[in-house]
């Protein structure tokens, strides 16, 4: 089986699944790499309102021993079978604060003073809630190919939250790269997160002191499905070494993330896009 890389946005400051790109065989002691830059327009938060509009690097490498980075993702493929992929994972889990922005890595923030000020204005959610740092996520993935361009995929990571025992699932299927015209391929995925009481606490709960200074009620959130969502992505090769990568993601909060106080707007769409230069 011919299997394709597929080039993966590292949509930073959103809690989006963990991705791994498609095992790509290759020489030994070779390597794939993009590298890039884009924008991306992501809700502030899980739940927000409002949106932000950042500056996005791209950068996605594998190697030929298996090792792969991806976004904010890093693992090693170990399976040796064309239909099965699986090995360990880190993820860098974004970080929030009161903007709701965390403090983005490599992250230009293009909102401007007036939006923020406009936006206190009328209230901030986030207000009064304790910050949450950036977090490295642990654990693995296992993806299963039902045909040569269908693909189950899986990951469990842990280690995010205030206590760094926030742990998540995400299950999902991708249509992989779809030709629909020369240079141009579509990919689709769909997929839902499972996360347990520590991750809710920390993104969606408020404890008694958060509640004494938000003024929002005492929420205590038990673990769960969090979302579902829905996704394509849009790839047009400009030259052998040059891509244009266009990705929209629609994501819709459930669960006791749905019922949570600092949950705004149950439903929110992601839309990216990155020039990548193939070295």
């Known amino acids: 089986m011919k299997q394709l890389l597929v080039l993966v946005l590292a949509v930073s400051g959103s809690a989006a699944s963990a991705q791994t790109p498609t095992t790509n065989p290759m020489p030994d002691g070779s390597r794939d790499m993009y590298a890039g830059l884009g924008v991306v327009s992501a809700p502030r938060y899980e739940g927000a309102d409002s949106r932000k509009v950042s500056a996005l690097p791209v950068l996605q490498v594998q ?47 293009m909102s401007g003073l007036p939006s923020l000020v406009a936006r206190a204005a009328r209230g901030n959610p986030l207000s009064g809630m304790d910050d949450i740092r950036y977090r490295l996520e642990g654990g693995g993935f296992f993806n299963y190919y039902l045909a040569p361009q269908w693909r189950l995929t899986s990951s469990v990571v842990v280690g995010s939250g205030h206590d760094r025992d926030g742990a998540r699932m995400d299950l999902g299927v991708q249509r992989l790269a779809a030709q629909v015209a020369p240079h141009h391929t579509l990919s689709f995925s769909a997929g839902v997160s499972v996360v347990n009481r520590a991750y809710n606490q920390s993104y969606f709960g408020v404890t008694e002191a958060e509640s004494f200074a938000s003024g929002h009620p005492e929420y205590r959130p038990g673990g769960g499905l969090k979302d579902v969502r829905l996704g394509a992505r849009w790839n ?33 769409v992601t839309v990216s896009t990155a020039l990548a230069y193939r070295f």
Not at 237 to 246: E, F, Y
């Open 63 to 109: 190697w030929s021993n298996g090792l792969f980075i991806s976004g904010l993702s890093a693992g090693m493929h170990l399976s040796d079978r064309p239909t099965v992929e699986y090995g360990p994972l880190l993820t860098l889990h974004p970080g929030r604060d009161e903007s709701g922005s965390g403090r983005g890595i490599g992250v230009v923030e």
């Open 236 to 268: 047009w090769t400009l030259s052998p070494s040059w891509m244009l990568t266009t990705h929209v993601q629609a994501t819709r909060l459930v669960g006791n993330a749905r019922t949570s106080p600092l949950a705004e707007r149950p439903t929110n």
